[in-house]
């Protein structure tokens, strides 16, 4: 029986972030642990409430209530199982979800102060860890059928544990030189250190995934061979296609770059460089981007904007400004436009935001500015309204507002376009729709035998939605497969999330 007043006696807290001082030195996460008084505190704030609005916020249907309680009368190894029953992944969640729960928890009613679900979930999930709760589980026979897995981002490596589990043979094609996806190059080390990645890449071979890296599926090896090599295919290639402005001028100046371009190689880096300060991030053909003495200029206002950020810090910039084309959101959730419990557009704050940068709100770049030598030099921007009618964004100028601002490197995070376009969709015969993504038919099938999930075909979205994307789409493999049983489905292709309009 859960504690019903535990909200009334504790505030919601977290643990302190490492001082911004420290951490830009290094490249290690941001967030300490918890420690198990602080956490076992928090859980106790969950009233276990009769409806749980937590469980509509996220699509895994993880049992929030369940292992709060597990946690705050020190049941960790039941806790870790309760967690672990719905998520394959929650160290990854727990570090990096913008928490749709928090956002849907009853108790962040009226403006109050959610539980620390997310806190809660990773501090199980490091438990599980360090206690051997992640102990390889292998199928207890195999079943004969075998799967190729396109892509190893979560959705991808979700679906191959889920199916290797059930005792099919998995194989991971992944063209880059290491698994992981999005989680091994685009997110940074202090969001989301590789050792964690590494020890369920550790934890999945050992199940008897096997992985093959280096090989782009549709360039090295036909997607007639695959076909030909195993009884199903699971396309999760993700949504990497970088939306440009190919219209400003300037944008072929040296110096602008799609922010991609920049997360990768600082990742690398890092990457080959372990912990320490990393030697210069330079593109694939040896052309150095960045941020070290340079005024940065990031374009956007999301995940990979600020991720760029955190970089450009680590990195040693002069300064860096930050764009959003939107003005600057309000604190608190406007209940008119967005009522609980849906996720409100409120202005985020990341931690690399409180290490430094300017934020800069309602503008939009005019040109990008050359040195004279092809050089970027500068952002000449100018202040905007945005307003958008039938779907499309019509800006306009504020007259006798543009203003130039310095830069040596520009980032575009401006968003994605959905799925490449590469060879593999048309030997697949699957295309890529409207917003660039692959439709999926209500059984996660793209093409006969074909089945699509995460990023892919929801376009670009978050990891919580590609790892339960993968887990539906195992169990559809499953059922394709006839294999024993039902695996668990927590969503189906056309589930969004939680929306009041
Ligand atoms: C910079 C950045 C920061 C982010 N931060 C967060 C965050 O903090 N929290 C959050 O929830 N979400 C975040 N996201 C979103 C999240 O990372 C994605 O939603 C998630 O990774 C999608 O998973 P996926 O498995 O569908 O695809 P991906 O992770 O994109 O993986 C797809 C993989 O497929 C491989 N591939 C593609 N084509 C082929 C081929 N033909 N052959 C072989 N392999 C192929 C790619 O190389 C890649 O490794 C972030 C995204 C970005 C870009
Ligand atoms: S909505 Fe909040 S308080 Fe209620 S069960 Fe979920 S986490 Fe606990």
New binding site residues.
């Given amino acids: 029986m859960p504690d019903p007043n535990g909200f009334l006696r504790y505030d919601r807290r977290l643990p302190a972030r490492r001082p911004v001082p420290v951490r830009i030195l290094d490249w290690r996460e941001v967030y300490p642990p918890a420690g198990e008084e602080l956490i076992r505190e928090q859980a106790t704030r969950c009233m276990d409430c009769g409806i749980p609005f937590c469980h509509d916020g996220c699509p895994l249907g993880n049992r929030i209530p369940d292992w709060n309680d597990l946690v705050r009368t020190g049941n960790w190894d039941a806790a870790v199982e309760s967690l672990h029953a719905t998520n394959n992944f929650p160290e990854f969640?727990g570090r990096?979800?913008?928490a749709p729960c928090e956002a849907a928890c009853v108790l962040g009613l009226g403006g109050q102060q959610p539980v620390t679900i997310k806190q809660v979930e990773v501090e199980i999930a490091d438990a599980a860890a360090a206690g051997g709760g992640l102990d390889p589980r292998p199928a207890p026979a195999p079943t004969g059928r075998s799967v190729a897995v396109?892509?190893?981002?979560?959705?991808?490596?979700a679906a191959a544990q889920q199916l290797a589990r059930a005792g099919h043979r998995v194989t991971v094609?992944?063209?880059?030189d290491a698994t992981?996806?999005?989680?091994?190059y685009?997110?940074p080390d202090f969001?989301l250190e590789k050792r964690h990645v590494d020890r369920r890449l550790a934890q999945l071979a050992a199940e008897g995934v096997e992985f093959r890296t280096g090989?782009?599926?549709?360039?090295d090896v036909t997607a007639e061979r695959l076909r030909a090599e195993h009884d199903a295919v699971l396309l999760?290639?993700?949504?990497?296609q970088g939306r440009d402005t190919p219209e400003t001028p300037g944008r072929a100046l040296r110096g602008v770059h799609q922010?991609?371009s920049h997360?990768v190689a600082a990742n690398r880096v890092v990457a080959a460089s372990g912990a320490g300060r990393p030697a210069l991030a330079t593109l694939p053909d040896g052309t150095p981007i960045d941020a070290a003495g340079k005024h940065v200029v990031i374009i956007g206002g999301g995940?990979?904007a600020a991720?760029c950020l955190g970089v450009a810090h680590r990195q040693g910039a002069a300064g860096v400004h930050q764009l959003d084309l939107y003005p600057e959101p309000p604190h608190a959730r406007d209940a008119e436009r967005d009522p609980w419990p849906t996720w409100p557009w409120v202005l985020r704050s990341y931690p690399a935001h409180e290490e430094g940068g300017e934020r800069v709100f309602a503008v939009a770049v005019q040109e990008f500015v050359d040195d004279g030598t092809g050089q970027v030099k500068g952002v000449r921007i100018a202040e905007v309204t945005v307003e958008k009618r039938d779907g499309r964004r019509f800006l306009t100028v504020l007259p006798g507002t543009e203003r130039e601002l310095p830069a040596d490197l520009v980032l575009l995070a401006i968003g994605?376009e959905g799925t490449?376009e590469?060879p593999?969709l048309a030997q697949f015969g699957v295309t890529r729709n409207a917003r660039g993504a692959v439709d999926a038919r209500p059984d996660w099938q793209a093409a006969d035998g074909v089945f699509v999930?995460?990023?892919?075909h929801r376009g670009?979205?978050?990891?919580?939605?590609?790892i339960a994307e993968?887990r539906a789409a195992a169990a559809a493999i499953h059922a394709y497969l006839g294999g024993v049983g039902e695996l668990p489905a927590p969503v189906d292709p056309a589930r969004q999330p939680l929306a009041a309009r």
């Fill in positions: 969640t990096l979800c913008p396109v892509g190893s981002g979560p959705a991808g490596l094609y992944e063209r880059d992981g996806g999005l989680l091994r685009g997110i969001k090989v782009h599926v549709g360039v999760a290639c993700g949504a990497l922010a991609m997360l995940d990979t991720d994605f490449e590469q593999l999930a995460g990023d892919m670009a979205s978050l990891i919580v939605w590609a993968g």
